[in-house]
């Protein structure tokens, strides 16, 4: 099995252009999850897609942000306007379908720069 | 409130030398898991062991060793003999029954293994 892939792996951009991030995860997981990192600091939730569902949503994710998951395969994370404070780590992680809590498997991240 | 405290931030070893990294989460659910990942300095997040709350044993595998104390809701995880490759950061993560999906990380502990 490949493992989650995100591209691109890196993004400079200048503040107020529009970005968007693209995740494939592991082959059958039904569970995509959006997380952003910032230096020094743990992973903090985004948004959660069960299949094409967007399920959830952190008070993180300003009306700037919006994701997608259309085909219940790949998904998209957009920011607009983007601002000096969105830059970060992005990581997708995907699990696979079952009952309960399943085990969340990361892709290697998209590092934001906005200068 | 539901959280994940990694009080140490960096540690540094020699070579074969043991290291214990800490994690202390506060819950108030009576089920949740607890997860600890392994973010090398290429970024991906990679799974190292889950553990449901309703599992106590301690748990072995190879060099690392996981501890878990419900009595002091604690989840510390143990390198025995530590190697170069060991260097990364280490998060420990919560999952609680109200969260629907999503993963509450600790800030993570940046372990430096010397030659």
């Known amino acids: 099995d490949t493992g989650v892939s995100q591209d691109p792996r890196h993004k400079i951009t200048k503040r107020g252009q529009n970005v968007t991030f693209r995740c494939d995860p592991i082959?059958?997981?039904?569970?995509l999850y959006w997380y952003r990192q910032t230096l020094g600091q743990g992973p903090e939730f985004l948004t959660y897609f069960q299949n094409e569902a967007q399920l959830e949503k952190s008070r993180l994710l300003s009306d700037r942000f919006s994701a997608e998951r259309p085909k219940g395969s790949f998904s998209t994370l957009e920011i607009q306007r983007t601002e000096q404070g969105d830059s970060a780590m992005y990581l997708c992680a995907s699990s696979p379908r079952g009952q309960g809590v399943d085990t969340q498997y990361f892709g290697p991240g998209t590092r934001l720069t906005v200068l | 409130a539901q959280k994940v405290t990694q009080a140490q931030t960096e540690i540094s070893v020699v070579e074969k030398e043991d290291v214990t990294l800490d994690c202390v989460y506060e819950t108030r659910d009576t089920t949740y898991y607890l997860f600890w990942y392994k973010q090398p300095p290429s970024g991906e997040l990679v799974f190292l062991i889950r553990r449901n709350s309703f599992d106590e044993q301690n748990e072995i595998s190879g060099r690392y060793s996981w501890n878990f104390q419900k009595s002091t809701s604690s989840f510390n995880f143990t390198i025995t003999a530590s190697q170069v490759v060991d260097s990364a950061v280490y998060f420990c993560a919560l999952h609680y029954t109200g969260a629907n999906s999503k993963l509450t990380f600790g800030k993570g502990i940046t372990l430096s293994v010397r030659p």
């Open positions: 082959s059958e997981h039904n569970r």
